[in-house]
């Protein structure tokens, strides 16, 4: 009778009173069972449960209790069908083992290397933070930088626990019609997926700073391309950086490889590339930028290699002649315009002079 009056009245927020007898008493389901036939006054009604359950979850401390509101709530959902607060509650269960792993990885890399820790990081953070502060862009720390030893087996049950309610979430989501949630569980089941395939490297857990310069400086395409999607760096600038200090500064033409391999055109990076090349190296010397705005004289070697490297990214990523051609002559690669022109097609669109 109570919950006819309310529901009938439509008092909604008005009827925590109601709730605390029908909690108390086990008797929720009195109030799940109303069949609200106006979607408006449907939709104040769950809110207004969902509303409450969030409350009492804070409010409650045993664990018995947890686990019966947590229960309600799954019951508020599925009587609803309110896919998205379904993905909501998996994604936080998800971050909570998540952060279960990076606390107890933390914990044990302070204890290896108290002192080098700082505030809002672990050891590895830190290394990375001075490797940023001390390298510019044509230079990045070294592979080892990058390895955790404190990072193994122990915690994988956990990773794979929130893999698959990152999933589950992924699944409602796009049950609710919230293609940009599911996407961002799916991104980020495959960064764990990545941590588990390589448990000496920091990959999850990050600070949005050291997973960009991490992406920058990982070194193999498809843990960079988790850790793009796993934090959100998937733009294109970051993308510029990262092919730029692989390919250009360090020459791992497999990270190009892989990246075509993988469907990503590098042809839409080319002119941002030119450009961080003509900004680290003037044509007719060795000069380029520290971290500190001013120029630095390059040894001779590094200036050569880089200018193969550029060549290389080139040939690699441009399938036109004729922009292939108009690049080598506006960087000074004289011998490879050369070559260029000899193609048949480009002696037809354009004529020597």
């Known amino acids: 009778m109570l919950v006819r009056l309310c529901t009938g009245a439509r008092a909604y927020p008005q009827m925590r009173w109601l709730l605390d007898l029908l909690v108390r008493f086990d008797r929720f389901e009195l109030i799940l069972g109303k069949r609200v036939a106006v979607e408006a ?26 686990a019966a509101v ?3 709530q799954q019951m508020l959902y599925l009587r609803f069908s309110m896919w998205h607060s379904i ?3 998996l994604e936080a269960r998800a971050d909570a083992l998540i952060s279960d792993v990076c606390e107890a990885v933390s914990a044990a890399s302070g204890a290896a290397s108290s002192g080098d820790a700082m505030p809002g990081g672990d050891a590895r953070s830190s290394r990375l933070r001075r490797a940023g502060a001390s390298d510019s862009a044509t230079s990045g720390p070294a592979a080892s930088d990058a390895v955790l030893g404190v990072f193994g087996a122990a915690n994988e049950q956990r990773l794979l626990g929130a893999m698959r309610t990152l999933l589950d979430a992924a699944d409602h989501y796009a049950r609710a019609n919230f293609p940009g949630a599911a996407r961002r569980c799916v991104a980020r089941v495959v960064l764990l997926g990545a941590q588990l395939r390589e448990p000496s490297t920091r ?3 990050l600070p949005l700073a050291d997973a960009r310069r991490l992406m920058t400086h990982h070194g193999a395409f498809d843990a960079t391309l988790a850790v793009a999607r796993g934090y959100a760096l998937d733009d294109m600038a970051s993308w510029v950086r990262a092919t730029y200090q692989q390919v250009v500064v360090r020459g791992n033409m497999p990270f190009m490889t892989r ?4 469907g990503m055109r590098p042809r839409v990076l080319a002119a941002d590339m030119v450009a961080m090349y003509r900004n680290e190296l ?3 010397g060795n000069q380029a930028p520290n971290s500190g705005g001013k120029t630095k004289e390059l040894p001779a070697i590094a200036s050569a290699s ?9 040939r690699a990523a441009l399938d036109d002649a004729v922009e292939l051609f108009d690049w080598c002559e506006q960087l000074g690669f004289t011998e490879m315009a050369s070559y ?4 048949r097609a480009l002696q037809f669109l354009r004529p020597p002079k």
């Open 259 to 262: 990246m075509i391999v993988r």
């Open 41 to 66: 006054d449907r939709e104040r009604l769950c809110a207004s449960l969902e509303s409450y359950l969030r409350q009492q979850l804070g409010r409650v401390r045993g664990a018995s209790e947890i």
């Open 282 to 284: 003037s044509i007719g």
């Open 87 to 89: 993905g909501r509650a």
């Open 203 to 205: 990959l999850i857990g």
């Open 70 to 72: 947590e229960r309600l």
């Open 306 to 314: 880089r200018r193969g490297n550029m060549q290389a990214f080139l």
């Open 340 to 343: 260029v022109r000899q193609s």
